[in-house]
């Protein structure tokens, strides 16, 4: 099978704003295609759901993380319990600071409830720690030669062999579903200056242990700590940013910074206040149901009523094909669950391109209110797509493909009418 290697550059998109340096920043990916034994994404298309099959954009080949469905093979399974191995790791000139487990206590049980909220409860993550105490590697920080944008060859290589060589004694790496490796924060640079955080999914050729490959490997350094005074509360988010990409999710930001997506994914930014994961993601990890997504593939009028993302229960997306390979997703963002941001609340319009690769854009959020700057001044927190949610008498209107989406009514428990015209 070939094996790809590019990597995703994150820009560095640095802003500082009177003393506070507010770090638009999200974290780098890289993922190796290859077979795997669990696939991630809903439940294959049953009788039943015949008129969803337009609104399947299929995975595109050749692209090393699509956003089509169903995910492709290789990655880890994302409904069910999902064992999650966590290594704390220092370096004989980065000794670690602190306890490793005070390290692993920045991330858990954070990480694990916000997966909990996310889900719906379909995603039990469950982190174990059965070295509780720092890893010491063998060579110094600096002679694996890691910096943003590494590849696996040769760096990672050696230091997932050497992760392997002092745990293997003492840790069963074939009971764990994904490994995070969690670096002391002293080695390698700030993150506000350089996020290395990455993550390598999918990697069939990666070095084995226990009769397994660590194809699905997390790393987290430093710390995402913008010095607004909310790292206890926020600073975790690296790590399900990270997990995304073991479970196929690409990356949303693109060389230009969180201006396709802003903050309404998670795989889009990863600093600041928390928030959720759009709705195409969440059918594509199999925490929608198939009876939860309404497909507008016909000509005329339509109209759904759509509750709230957060909330459980009740039809969350509509679809409007375009394409084998892409269409519009309309849901409702509100502000609860882990949508802490959401300053407008209303019907989020974006379009999905299964052949668009990782960190290139595959979904860009459609913005009712273009150059308004945005209701929200929150630090990290794209400030023009805020506002981007349709309202009540608002539409959204791609004339080339005949598409209409508006805003009908705002119901009373929250939920909003929507209607698509086909024409
Ligand atoms: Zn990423």
Redesign the pocket.
Known sequence: MQQTRRRIRRPLALAVAGALALATL????ATLPGPAPASAGPAPAAPGDAQLGPCRIATALGVQMSEGLPTAPGYVRSTGRVRALNLMIDFPDAEGEGTAMSRFREFFPKTSDWFRVSSYGRLTYQPETPLSEWLRMPMPFASYGIERGSPYEPGYRKLVEDIVKAADPEVDFSAYDLVNVLVTPNAGPSALDTVLSV?FSGNEDAPYADGVPLSNTSFVYSRQDDGSGSYDETGYRVLP??NG?VFGLP?LYTVDGGGTVGHWDI?SEDWGANNDLLGWHKWKLGWLDNDQVRCASTTGASEYVLTPLAVAGGPKLAFVPLSERSGYAVEVRTREGNDEAVCEPGVLVYRVESDVDTGHGPISVSDSDRESGGCTRRPNVHAELSDAPFRPGESFTDRANGIRISVVKEEGDGSFRVRVTRS
């Not at 999200?26 to 990916?29: G, I, K, L, M, R």
């Open positions: 999200a974290t780098a990916s993550t940013h990270e990409h990356d795989m």
